[in-house]
Every structure is written in C-alpha cells, then in structure tokens.
C-alpha cells in the first residue's frame, strides 16, 4: 500500500513541500508535496509495471510504465476527489491505479521489431519462419 502519514506537514503553513521516495514493490519513484490550501498537492514520477498481452504476437509480458503524477488531495471529501484520511493518511495506490491505465498504450508491443502471428498457420513469428507461403497476394490487391 502506498499510504502517506501527513499529519505534520498538514500543521504546516501553505507552500511548504515535503520530498518522498516511493519503493514499494511493484511502484518505486519520487514525488513531492506540497501544502496547500485545501490539502496536499502530490506531483513526482513513479515507475511501476503491468502485465501485458501483445497486440502483435499474443505473448504476454511485463509493460514498463512511467507515470507522471500531480493530484492534489483535500482535507475534505468533495465529488471524485481524492481525499485526506481522518487519520492523516494521504493514500496513493488508487491515484497510481488509474494514472497507469491512463499511460498504458493502446496497443502494447514485447518489443518494437515484433514479427506478429503467421496470417495463415498463426505460429508466433518471433520464435522462427513457419514454412508458409509469404508471397502470396489476394489477387484483389495486386493493382496497389
């Protein structure tokens, strides 16, 4: 759990900021908060990653993601925002979740020269030549 005791700089005057290191096994980086009116402002980059399915070769595998924190956290619960617990917790691991789905690419690859699927047999290509025919052009696209 990425959770934040704050009670201390929460009795701080605004605009101070505190640095964090984050290592908590799969999510480590660094971010900063910052005092400020209404809460905590937490900005800083982590890196974590997920498990992946390749769009190309089907493989699964483990997407590096760096996500690129700046949330601020309320001292009280308005609609939808991430609010400061009564025990003076700030915690990050839901912040983490959806600003990794947001990061995550739309068509994730195990590595950028993939050679994908055989479209006639469907043997993974990256793990060698299958024997099929390659050249073979639907007749319908050989004036292109």
Request: charged residues 25%; contains cysteine; hydrophobic residues 35%.
């Amino acid at each position: 759990m990425l959770i934040i005791d704050v009670s201390q700089q929460l009795k701080e005057p605004i605009g101070s900021i505190r640095h964090y290191r984050i290592d908590e096994s799969p999510v480590y980086g660094e971010v900063d908060l910052l005092r400020t009116d209404r809460g905590i402002l937490v900005s800083g980059t982590l890196k974590t990653t997920a498990k992946a399915i390749c769009s190309r070769c089907l493989s699964s595998f483990d997407q590096s993601l760096t996500i690129k924190i700046d949330e601020e956290y309320l001292t009280r619960a308005e609609g939808g925002a991430f609010t400061i617990s009564e025990d003076r917790e700030l915690d990050l691991t839901e912040a983490v979740r959806q600003y990794s789905l947001l990061t995550f690419p739309m068509k994730p690859l195990c590595r950028q020269d993939c050679a994908g699927l055989c479209p006639w047999c469907g043997r993974n290509l990256n793990l060698g030549p299958c024997g099929c025919p390659s050249s073979e052009l639907d007749p319908r696209l050989a004036e292109l």
